[in-house]
């Protein structure tokens, strides 16, 4: 593996590559969509299948040896949006249901407030980890811990401190979803971060914005300052694919203090509503996903998912947790290392990144 100032070098020698890798194009932006963020719509990069950085790496040298002899690693992630389902959820699936003629799932999604907060259908770790688990993998949870939301009131993070015990003690990670409203907010950050550790009873260290909005290079300075390990925001919202070229994670350079920034970013590359917003069928979300997965592979990168929990009991959205599990099984078949967040960032920055 290169060091770390190695790598700058090999990606500084192509001027294309380095704008690319910096995000140049994100520091004085001419557009932005109705949510504040840069998106791919607006980029001069079309080229977002190829992780056209990571490959010159590889391409002069660049070796990464993962534990147990595995070719790459994945990084699954879900964010909590939901713990609730919101009343067109609910309607939905339960019409979704009915047409099925799944009176057990109908049953569940119309009724299951007079059981208890606990049985809403949006409150599945176990189910996940469960699912994971059959793979040897493990994941990372983002928690939102804010009572602020564009939309609507989304939930308290600490009607969950029990859920959470569960999952960190089961060796899944609890992260921060930062609030819509804090991507720029360093003291609404610390805010958020202070109060999902008060309820976790331990430091967290990773991060991911609501919305995937983000600012560079503010946002990594902020969350730098805020006393996080890395973030793994970076991502489009309307289409999948390597946002600055990568396909391993980095630290962040600022080209504005021609400083590298300590944070490590994991770069987001698969999230599911964007996928299956790209695409006209399941076997289109298949392919491309089996595309991504194969060019990570072939660079000895780390692939980054994000498939929200609430995505997985969601009848109008059936086949999403089916591409989740082939995902899995096609990780798993071709030899991935598959491992939440900090176990990765863990490995890598002990291993001279």
């Avoid at 809403?120 to 189910?127: A, G, L, R, T, V």
């Avoid at 720029?184 to 609501?210: A, F, P």
């Avoid at 994991?266 to 996903?289: H, K, N, Q």
Wanted: aromatic content about 14%; charged content about 25%; proline content about 4%.
């Amino acid at each position: 593996m290169f060091h770390p100032n190695d790598t700058l070098q090999k990606i500084r020698q192509h001027e294309d590559l380095w704008d690319l890798y910096t995000r140049k194009e994100e520091y004085s932006p001419q557009q932005l969509d109705r949510y504040g963020r840069f998106v791919y719509a607006h980029s001069t990069n079309r080229d977002i299948l190829e992780p056209r950085v990571s490959k010159q790496l590889v391409d002069n040298g660049y070796e990464i040896e993962y534990p147990d002899g595995k070719q790459f690693a994945v990084c699954l992630t879900h964010d909590v949006d939901e713990i609730y389902p919101p009343l067109k959820h609910t309607l939905l699936s339960t019409l979704t249901c009915l047409k099925g003629l799944d009176f057990s799932g109908f049953k569940q999604q119309a009724f299951w407030k007079l059981h208890g907060k606990e049985q809403s259908p949006y409150w599945n770790f176990q189910e996940i980890m469960d699912l994971e688990e059959k793979y040897g993998a493990r994941s990372s949870f983002y928690f939102l811990a804010t009572d602020t939301d564009i939309r609507r009131f989304r939930y308290n993070i600490e009607d969950l401190e029990g859920e959470l015990g569960r999952i960190v003690d089961r060796g899944w990670e609890v992260g921060l979803h930062g609030g819509y409203y804090a991507y720029n907010d360093l003291e609404e950050i610390r805010r958020e971060k202070g109060r999902l550790e008060q309820v976790l009873g331990r430091k967290v260290t990773g991060y991911r914005n609501h919305y995937l909005r983000f600012c560079v290079p503010d946002s990594w300075e902020i969350l730098e300052k805020a006393g996080f390990g890395y973030d793994t925001t970076l991502g489009y919202p309307d289409m999948v694919g390597f946002r600055n070229g990568m396909c391993h994670p980095f630290r962040p350079y600022n080209l504005r203090t021609d400083t590298e920034v300590s944070i490590l970013e994991i770069p987001m590359i698969i999230m599911d509503g964007t996928l299956f917003d790209s695409v006209r069928s399941y076997d289109e979300a298949w392919e491309m996903t089996k595309r991504l997965i194969d060019t990570v592979a072939d660079c000895q990168g780390v692939l980054t998912l994000n498939w929200h929990t609430n995505n997985f009991n969601c009848p109008f959205r059936g086949s999403w947790p089916r591409l989740y599990e082939q995902m899995l099984q096609y990780c798993y078949n071709r030899g991935a290392w598959m491992k939440n967040v900090q176990t990765v960032v863990d490995w890598w920055c002990t291993n001279g990144c």
